[in-house]
């Protein structure tokens, strides 16, 4: 069964350093999401990606972070000066075309920033 | 009202047994609702999708109340492995994001 997959699993970083989070979403999928979930809280929309633009954001995806489909299977995301409540887990979910909110997740990497 | 609202729990309940959790939305204009499954530290994972008044897969049954804006998720006959996070979460409207509950905690005790 395809399955989207993340890298790396874990990351630990110091504050004010650049992060590169990577993910391959389900090949034939269209759509492109990045969640982050604080440990112990609920799941955060970041940001949905189509046709190689930002189809959609929310207040938490500040200029601090970026993403990108450098190629026709990784999606990034990059956070360029870390803070320590950036510390979370993130994940990477893709859909079809079909349901727009069917979402498949990845396994997550989880984010330390000390 | 908050987006999605949902008992934390936990909820506590011996194998066999029949639990169900509820959901309420905020927004009036969403159309379908999902619940996900989250394991300690997992990825969520789609459970089932809701998009008319109900929807019933082996012993997992949601159902959809418009009127009272809730999503209830019932489960018979609970297994060992059922013990997860089950979380709701509701497109807003149009658009893909999704809005996700804080999650209840289900344990099923042997």
């Known amino acids: 069964e395809p399955e989207v997959t993340q890298t790396p699993s874990h990351q630990v970083t110091q504050m004010g350093q650049e992060v590169i989070l990577r993910c391959v979403p389900i090949?034939?999928?269209?759509?492109f999401y990045w969640y982050r979930q604080i440990l112990g809280q609920k799941v955060e929309f970041l940001v949905s990606?189509?046709?190689?633009?930002?189809?959609?954001k929310s207040e938490i995806f500040d200029d601090q972070f970026s993403v990108e489909r450098p190629d026709g299977s990784n999606f990034t995301l990059k956070i360029r000066s870390t803070k320590l409540e950036d510390s979370a887990m993130y994940f990477c979910?893709?859909?079809?075309?079909?349901?727009?909110?069917?979402?498949?997740f990845g396994p997550g990497t989880r984010l330390t920033v000390t | 009202r908050k987006e999605v609202e949902q008992d934390p729990g936990p909820f506590n309940v011996p194998e066999g047994a029949t639990v169900a959790f509820n959901c309420t939305y905020s927004?009036?204009?969403?159309?379908?609702f999902f619940w996900y499954r989250q394991d300690c530290r997992k990825e969520p994972k789609l459970l089932m999708s809701?998009?008319?008044?109900?929807n019933e897969d082996g012993r997992f049954t949601a159902q959809l109340n418009r009127a009272s804006q809730y999503i209830s998720l019932l489960i018979r006959d609970s297994k060992l492995s059922d013990s997860a996070t089950y979380l709701c979460?509701?497109?807003?409207?149009?658009?893909?994001?999704?809005?996700w509950g804080l999650g209840t905690s289900l344990a099923v005790n042997p």
């Open positions: 979910a893709s859909t079809g075309d079909g349901s727009a909110y069917e979402q498949y």
């Open positions: 090949s034939n999928h269209l759509y």
């Open positions: 990606f189509y046709n190689n633009e930002i189809s959609e």
């Open positions: 927004n009036s204009a969403s159309q379908s």
């Open positions: 809701v998009y008319s008044s109900g």
């Open positions: 979460v509701v497109p807003p409207g149009n658009n893909r994001k999704l809005i």
